[in-house]
């Protein structure tokens, strides 16, 4: 193992090791079975009427103009600068394809699965004193849980619900860089 690795490995004791690894990969690979389904969906729900209307294409434009425009509340009845930040990104990689919407929703739902996932393990090591190898095996099963119930699909399948994805990641990682 390399120096740099070994200085990354020493900091996180146990983060970087197989098991967790293949845990993880596991946890990835449920979800892009359950939920890589919608990367083929088209519009759901209202998406059709709100991404492609005209209001928002002010919002999709990744230039100082546009940026100006995302950030700079408006007359708009909700001011959701991240959103439409969200949003330009998405119509960046792939215009008005909904593919592109469900695969950024996707994997914004991969991340929060990864923090949820270091959360419950900085949890149980803590409550279960030195017994790490067991805290790892029940964070991996309580994020495998989290990760397949039903209730996130409205969340992953439609692309405007991404925004409650996007306040449960800084909520667990503000929980987290707490502990």
Do not use: C
């Not at 892009?32 to 991404?51: E, K, M, P």
């Not at 546009?66 to 959103?83: D, M």
């Not at 990104?89 to 792939?94: N, T």
């Not at 996707?106 to 959360?119: C, G, M, R, S, T």
């Amino acid at each position: 193992m390399s120096r740099r690795a070994e200085r990354i490995t020493s900091r996180w004791p146990g983060f970087f090791n197989r098991r967790s690894l293949i845990q993880i990969l596991l946890l990835v690979f449920a979800v892009i079975a359950i939920y890589g389904q919608s990367l083929w969906f088209g519009y759901v729900n209202y998406d059709d009427t709100l991404i492609l209307n005209k209001r928002w294409i002010i919002y999709r434009e990744l230039s100082w103009e546009g940026l100006r425009n995302i950030f700079t509340p408006r007359g708009v009845a909700t001011y959701q600068p991240l959103r439409h930040l969200a949003f330009a990104l998405s119509y960046r990689l792939s215009g008005t394809d909904p593919w592109g919407y469900h695969l950024f929703n996707l994997l914004f739902y991969l991340a929060n699965l990864l923090v949820v996932y270091f959360l419950l393990r900085k949890l149980l090591r803590l409550s279960m004193n030195s017994h790490f190898g067991r805290a790892g095996f029940w964070a991996w099963l309580g994020t495998l849980w989290f990760a397949v119930h039903p209730v996130h699909v409205d969340s992953v399948a439609w692309m405007v619900s991404n925004k409650e994805m996007r306040v449960g990641l800084f909520f667990v990682l503000a929980l987290l860089s707490y502990i």
